[in-house]
């Protein structure tokens, strides 16, 4: 028998600064049975040593896994989830703050014999930045409505940074795709094979937790959209073309986001990132939020059509 209820696993790079919001909020929750894993993907800010207080402190039934390297998100995801000693697996990312009652809850859905997935949606918690005010307030909200609308056979796309599984349902689907080295989809795919594989998704708005989001500049948001778009090719050669529809932006926009696309790598959305969050608040809103999304969505179409762009493991 496994020796916790849950276990929250925690993959981490350069998080020293905010592990503070879930390890916390952790240590407030009504349900005590649980452990919780940190992985980190090569120390490169001390948060080894941020967690080892935490430790010592002997308020957690807390372990850390530490990579020699950088060996990406899912890398770590799955060395966390294999070293889980629980019934039930939440994942959890670094920068997430959840009330109180998060474990109890995320138990509470997979009672019962029938196989669950829970998912809860982030609430994106900006900094003040023109970035924020152009473009991720009005996105950050628009996206969860949305989310709360989608249809049953569509929820698999919303397996993220907070969801749960048993632990004999992620050796089933045989863990995370380790393929995914860029950032992005390896979340999507997880929610598609557990969907496939039979398993009851569920999106429950209780679950929604704050999120102190990292890309919180154009130019961080528009490279995260240029490896996403590199990563969901990856998507497509597994599960078939027609898992997703096809991305072809058409009329005026398109033009406009194709020829963006044609000059864009690592380096260029920096610097365009960059231009646009000088210049936005000098405009309406609407055509900030015009700018912004220009060079998101060209990003994010130059990584689907130049993949070998996106460098960056993250």
């Known amino acids: 028998m496994p020796r916790f209820k849950a276990a929250v696993i925690i993959p981490t790079r350069g998080g020293a600064s905010k592990l503070h919001f879930p390890l916390e909020a952790l240590q407030q929750q009504t349900e005590k049975n649980f452990q919780v894993i940190v992985v980190i993907d090569g120390d490169v800010d001390g948060s080894a040593a941020v967690i080892q207080r935490y430790i010592d402190s ?3 039934n807390l372990s850390m896994i530490v990579f020699d390297e950088n060996k990406g998100r899912v890398a770590a995801l799955n060395a966390g989830y294999r070293a889980a000693d629980a019934e039930i697996l939440i994942r959890c990312d670094d920068d997430i703050e959840m009330k109180p009652d998060y474990i109890e809850k995320h138990l509470f859905f997979h ?6 997935g829970v998912m809860g949606l ?11 005010r152009a473009y991720g307030y009005y996105r950050d909200s628009k996206f969860r409505e949305d989310a709360y609308k989608a249809s049953v056979d569509r929820l698999w796309n919303f397996w993220a940074a907070n969801c749960s599984m048993r632990a004999s349902t992620f050796k089933k689907v ?18 598609k094979m557990l969907q496939d594989a039979g398993v009851q998704l569920i999106l429950a708005p209780e679950l929604e937790v704050n999120h102190h989001i990292a890309a919180t500049t154009t130019a961080s948001r528009a490279r995260r959209a240029l490896h996403s778009g590199a990563s969901r090719q990856i998507f497509l050669a597994k ?16 033009i406009a986001v194709k020829t963006v696309a044609i000059v864009l790598t690592e380096t260029s959305v920096q610097k365009l990132g960059n231009l646009v969050d000088k210049i936005s608040d000098r405009f309406p809103v ?16 130059a990584g689907i059509k130049y993949p070998a762009r996106a460098r960056k493991i993250f």
């Open 111 to 116: 009672n019962g014999i029938v196989e669950k």
């Open 239 to 254: 599960h078939g073309i027609d898992a997703l529809p096809p991305v072809n932006p058409a009329g005026v926009w398109g």
């Open 286 to 301: 609407k055509i900030s939020e015009k700018l912004v999304a220009l060079v998101v969505e060209s990003a994010s179409y």
């Open 58 to 60: 002997g308020c957690l």
């Open 122 to 132: 982030v609430h994106n918690i900006y900094p003040d930045t023109p970035h924020a």
């Open 174 to 191: 045989g863990g995370y795709d380790e393929r995914y080295r860029r950032y992005g989809w390896e979340d999507v795919d997880m929610g």
